[in-house]
């Protein structure tokens, strides 16, 4: 990992005491008149404070560098040490990257003093980027005693940073507890960029395959909104845009022309009733049209189409299942127009399999895409996290805080089961 032994930011030289942040801060009101009754976790206030934290500061991708600063000072101060990933297209002087603000970078961190070189065997892992636009921070409890029911609203406060903020928490609490055997056992990776290219992910990965000695990771434990089941894995991706050529004229006269519209529409519409490939774990490969173009007035024969669509694959592998369902997709265009049909694929990547063997979990298979394709590896691979994907890009992104604070209690059990405690 060149890119991160260069880019030391901050070392635990630090070493100030250890912060009480696990103490336990009266809830405020009297017990007795609680709405709801439940045990309210030790960890609570502070994980109530850190996902506020993070969702209160705007982290659309691209835009990630205050969230991420924020991730860095936070966990300096609780004595791990902490890595500037710098992306590659920042802006970079003769000593290394700039300071500038609007350089985007990951965070990396481990607990303790091991230095520059540490040796994990479990990366806990999640994205510190949202999708747009940004919602404030809302919790129901409006000054009242929090409790497990308490809804907490915001951009982010699902994807992902109510796994960010569960999974650090989790890891505190491990730690507090002595139950990570050696302390850089277990690494932090924050990306950026998960919403839209992986670039973050794909950035580290490149960094471990080149570190000289390797580093030997067992185990990747991915936090996306998974409503707290552990998935067996999620569905690939592919994605085209579709061009058809066809030939202007009068709409009086529609067979001296060619209707590139018309013809667009068929082979979509064949697209959408066709098996792309389906299996009896991931069901079918869907299709999205996502976007239509073509004509220039209601009177004139369309000369030109153009659409681009989405796809997520149902079937394997991860390397090849992808090109599988594409190759049908193409044929299923070239039955409509041999000729007249241009298209361009990104390809992607097949159905993504993860570790679901786990007691204690429920288990489901996701539809959609993350990191866990970006970080390649022979590590086995867990994802896991709290809230719904069904909200999570919407206005009513929301959990509830007992789902936040089961998840930190998952996220302890996988991190232990895959150290092999
Ligand atoms: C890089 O530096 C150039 C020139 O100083 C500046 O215009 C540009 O905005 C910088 N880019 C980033 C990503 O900081
Ligand atoms: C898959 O598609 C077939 C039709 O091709 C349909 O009958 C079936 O219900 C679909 N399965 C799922 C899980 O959506």
């Not at 139950?179 to 471990?208: C, N, Q, T, Y």
């Not at 204690?360 to 709290?386: C, I, Q």
Request: with cysteine; net charge negative.
């Amino acid at each position: 990992m060149q890119v991160l032994t260069a880019q030391l930011l901050l070392a635990s030289s630090l070493a100030q005491a250890t912060v009480a942040w696990h103490e336990q801060i009266p809830l405020g009101g009297v017990p007795e008149i609680l709405p709801v009754v439940d045990k309210a976790l030790s960890y609570r206030d502070d994980l109530v404070s850190l996902h506020k934290s993070l969702v209160d500061i705007q982290s659309i991708s691209f835009d990630e560098s205050e969230v991420g600063q924020f991730l860095v000072d936070y966990l300096t101060e609780r004595d791990f040490v902490v890595y500037k990933q710098f992306l590659p297209t920042s802006n970079k002087t003769a000593s290394g990257p700039s300071e500038d603000d609007k350089a985007r970078f990951n965070v990396v961190a481990w607990p303790g003093s091991r230095g520059p070189r540490p040796f994990p065997k479990v990366l806990v892992t999640s994205h510190i980027d949202t999708v747009p636009p940004f919602i404030p921070y809302l919790r129901s409890d409006h000054g009242r005693a929090i409790n497990g029911e308490t809804v907490i609203a915001g951009r982010g406060s699902v994807d992902a940073k109510a796994s960010v903020a569960a999974q650090i928490i989790a890891v505190f609490e491990l730690l507090e507890a002595e139950e990570i055997e050696r302390e850089d056992d277990v690494m932090l990776l924050f990306v950026v960029g998960e919403e839209r290219s992986g670039d973050g992910m794909r950035v580290f990965s490149d960094a471990v395959a080149r570190r000289d000695p390797p580093l030997e990771l067992r185990a990747a434990i991915f936090g996306e909104p998974t409503e707290g089941k552990l998935a067996c894995g999620h569905k690939g991706f592919f994605d085209c845009e579709i061009t058809v050529h066809g030939k202007a004229g009068h709409s009086g006269y529609p067979w001296l022309g060619k209707s590139a519209n018309e013809v667009l529409m068929r082979a979509l519409t064949k697209v959408l009733d066709t098996d792309l490939g389906s299996s009896e774990e991931y069901g079918n490969t869907t299709v999205n049209v996502g976007l239509l173009q073509g004509g220039v007035a209601p009177n004139v024969i369309p000369e030109k189409a153009t659409s681009k669509i989405a796809g997520r694959v149902a079937i394997g592998p991860q390397d090849g299942g992808s090109q599988i369902v594409v190759d049908r997709l193409i044929d299923v265009l070239k039955s409509v127009d041999e000729e007249g049909i241009e298209y361009q694929c990104y390809t992607g990547y097949g159905v993504v399999k993860c570790e679901c063997d786990v007691d204690g979990f429920e288990t489901a298979v996701m539809n959609y895409g993350t990191d866990v394709a970006n970080f390649r590896g022979t590590h086995t691979k867990y994802l896991y996290g709290p809230g719904s994907i069904l909200v999570a890009h919407g206005p009513d992104e929301a959990l509830k805080l007992k789902d936040m604070e089961d998840a930190v209690e998952g996220y302890k059990k996988l991190i232990l089961h895959a150290l092999g405690n």
